[in-house]
């Protein structure tokens, strides 16, 4: 639903065959998510505060309570909506992977998971500290680029971005 009410408002806005860009984080539709339990720096995140549940920092009916809707579409996904809204024409598709760390390149890993770790912040902090207190949010920051470095010692921590060019009809 929100997919549609942004594409009929953009189509709404944009001059006839005016076009549009835009690119999202989804998911790799050939990634079997049974197998794959980290399968994005989210669930990294809840993990660290069932971490932080377990050891009594945080109260175990705030992490019952909390629900925070993220929904990462795949490319098939996306173009469904696309075409049902039928607002617009598709002349691009393209998908591609970004490392978490993109901007650091090789080196050492704690601070490559304190860089992941203030990047999640900057967007998630704000929610997370109305829910579980704003005393909580430097250790669960910092838990969580340890946990981010050990688990990129192990593996490649990728976003999976959907790119959309768009034509209005």
């Not at 989804?26 to 669930?43: C, H, K, P, T």
């Not at 050891?55 to 996306?78: R, S």
């Not at 005393?135 to 981010?148: N, P, Q, W």
Request: net charge negative; aromatic share 8%; proline share 2%.
């Amino acid at each position: 639903m929100d997919m549609t009410l942004f594409l009929k408002s953009r189509s709404e806005e944009l001059v006839p065959r005016g076009r549009m860009m835009f690119t999202m984080i989804g998911r790799d539709a050939s990634v079997n998510l049974l197998e794959d339990q980290v399968s994005n720096i989210w669930e990294l995140l809840g993990m660290t505060i069932s971490d932080m549940v377990k050891e009594g920092l945080i109260e175990e009916e705030k992490l019952d309570d909390c629900n925070v809707p993220l929904y990462m579409p795949t490319l098939e996904e996306v173009s469904d909506v696309i075409r049902e809204e039928a607002s617009f024409q598709i002349t691009r598709f393209e998908t591609f992977k970004v490392t978490w760390d993109a901007e650091m390149g090789v080196g050492d890993l704690r601070v490559r998971g304190k860089y992941v770790a203030a990047s999640l912040r900057a967007v998630s902090e704000s929610i997370l500290a109305t829910h579980f207190g704003e005393e909580v949010m430097d250790s669960l920051y910092e838990r969580f680029a340890s946990k981010v470095s050990q688990y990129m010692q192990l593996h490649k921590g990728e976003y999976f971005n959907i790119l959309v060019s768009l034509k209005n009809r």
